[in-house]
Each structure stands twice: as structure tokens, then as C-alpha cells.
């Protein structure tokens, strides 16, 4: 019963009962309800044993049995029945991952080919489609260099490595234990909630999921997105957070550090996957020219 209705851990079934949702057949009225049945069932058969005498009695009958079960279905159905089960269940526990959605997601970062060959085997990566995407914007933007079509960006690698198959898919693995909801952090003030999966289902599709995963973000405020997930979001059930960027923060309050943190006030464990060089660096330029 439990997987019919789409519930998961199903401990026991408290109660099993039924009633009609009509006006006229609440409470006490199911008792009319019975004994319009049977008045519908008795006039059937006085019918066609008064009326339709011209027929053979096995016809008669046969006739007689089956326009009463039709009316009586037809009386039930005005009634409009309604089955009321009580049960108890344990859902699986929330947990939340979300995407970094900002442009620096975008950058094809430089490395040897031994590293990017151990990188595109270990998100199933296909140089082939990363070929013929990176070949449809250099048409797009004819700025773009062609030597980038062998380079991934941060964010295709992402995409990746949530279309792999289903038995090595990250997100599959934990939807066996825990109910995922996704968002994308995209915004300044907050993060967004990513739909795709089909309406009233609890699973998401991976495939749907890597489409969705976009870099129009100028911004990278993971502290403000923490802070929009304590907020905004029922934070019921919830076992933890996963965040996957690269966490390159130049906006907003810093996401970890202190007793009052982001991180902090969600008070839920957070782990991390890192997308990039392990290390950046940073160059400043400072030109001064003559004023004329």
C-alpha cells in the first residue's frame, strides 16, 4: 500500500475505513445509500419478471442482475465513496545540494593533459560533446579561442558527472537514502529551487538536472545563499547540505567563521565538493598614466 501511494517506510496501517463525500450520504446517510440499492436491485428484477415475460427466465434474469448492478454502481458513484486509510511512516530524511550557478563556474581552467584525461574519466566526461557544444559558440561568439574546445569548464564537468549512468550517479546513489531537493545559486540575495523532476514525484531526473545548471550569476555570496536556505526553506527532516563550486566568494558575508556564521545558523552538517585548481591566484594591476 505504502509504494502505491508513493510513501516510503511504511510501519504499519492504523485503520482502514469508508465513507461518502456527497451532501445528502454523509452520516447517517450511507444507511439510504444501502437501502437505495436495494430498492434499485428489487425494482430490476420485479422488471423484468412482471414486464418481460416474453423472454426465456435465464435471459430475464441475466438482464435483470445486470441492470441492477448498474444502477446500484451508478447510486454509488452520486455518493460519491470515498476510502480512508490511516497509516504510519518514516520518510527518508531531506537532503539539500546546491549548485554554484556563477560565471566563474564558466572558466576553462589550464592543466596538463594527464590531469584533465583523470578528470574526464572520473565524470564520464565525452570530449566529443564538449567539442561540438564549445563549435556552436565559437559561431555564436567568433571571439571565442578554438583551443578551448578541448578545455571543460568547471560547470561541463559538473554536467558530467551528473549523467553518468545510474548505478555510478552520484545523485541516484543518495536518492536511495535521502528525499534530494536542488538549487542553484544564481543570485545575489539568495539561491533559486531547480524543478525537475515529475510533478507530485520526489526523484529527480539527472539528466534534466545537468540542463538546468546554468553560469548567469555575477556574483558568488555563498554566505547569502546559506543564509536564504535557513530562512526561506523548511529545514524539516533535514540531514545536510551538499555544495558543489568553486567556491570563489567575493560577495556577502563570509559562509564559514564564527558562532554566528551562515554555516552556523543552519545547523546542519555541510559537505563540500570543490570544482577548479585547488589553489588561485590573484593578479592586481595598477596603471597610472599622464593625464594628458
Not at 496501517?13 to 461518502?20: E, N, Q
Not at 545523485?171 to 524543478?195: C, H, M, S, T, W
Not at 560577495?251 to 570544482?275: E, F, H, M
Request: a negative charge.
Amino acid at each position: 500500500i505504502g509504494k502505491f501511494l508513493g510513501l516510503d517506510n511504511v510501519q504499519s496501517i492504523d485503520r482502514i475505513g469508508t465513507s461518502f463525500a456527497a451532501p445528502w450520504a454523509r452520516g447517517t446517510g450511507a444507511t439510504w445509500v444501502l437501502f437505495g440499492c436495494l430498492a434499485l436491485i428489487a425494482g430490476a428484477v420485479w422488471y423484468y419478471t412482471r414486464w418481460q415475460g416474453n423472454n426465456r427466465p435465464a435471459v430475464r434474469w441475466f438482464l435483470a442482475v445486470t441492470r441492477a448492478v448498474v444502477l446500484g454502481l451508478l447510486l454509488l458513484l452520486l455518493a460519491e465513496p470515498v476510502l480512508r486509510i490511516e497509516l504510519t511512516n518514516v520518510p527518508r530524511p531531506l537532503l539539500w545540494v546546491l549548485f554554484d550557478g556563477t560565471d566563474s563556474m564558466a572558466i576553462r581552467d589550464e592543466q596538463t593533459e594527464d590531469e584533465r584525461q583523470k578528470l574526464a574519466v572520473a565524470v564520464n566526461l565525452d570530449p566529443t560533446l564538449i567539442k561540438d557544444e564549445q563549435s556552436k559558440n565559437n559561431k555564436e561568439n567568433p571571439t571565442s579561442s578554438a583551443a578551448d574546445a578541448t578545455k571543460p569548464s568547471r560547470i561541463e564537468y559538473v554536467q558530467a558527472l551528473l549523467r553518468q549512468p545510474p548505478e555510478k550517479n552520484i545523485i541516484n546513489k543518495l536518492q536511495e537514502q535521502y528525499r534530494v531537493k536542488a538549487f542553484i545559486l544564481d543570485q545575489a540575495d539568495g539561491v533559486r529551487p531547480l524543478n525537475v523532476g515529475e510533478q507530485y514525484s520526489e526523484s529527480i531526473d539527472t539528466a534534466e538536472l545537468a540542463k538546468q545548471l546554468t553560469t548567469t550569476g555575477q556574483v558568488t555570496a555563498i554566505g547569502r545563499g546559506l543564509e536564504d536556505l535557513a530562512l526561506r526553506h523548511s529545514a524539516n527532516n533535514l540531514a545536510g547540505l551538499v555544495i558543489v563550486s568553486d567556491f570563489g566568494q567575493n560577495a556577502g558575508l563570509p559562509p564559514a567563521g564564527g558562532n554566528d556564521s551562515p554555516a552556523k545558523r543552519l545547523q546542519r552538517p555541510i559537505y563540500t565538493i570543490g570544482i577548479g585548481p585547488e589553489s588561485t591566484v590573484d593578479l592586481g594591476v595598477d596603471l597610472q598614466a599622464p593625464l594628458v
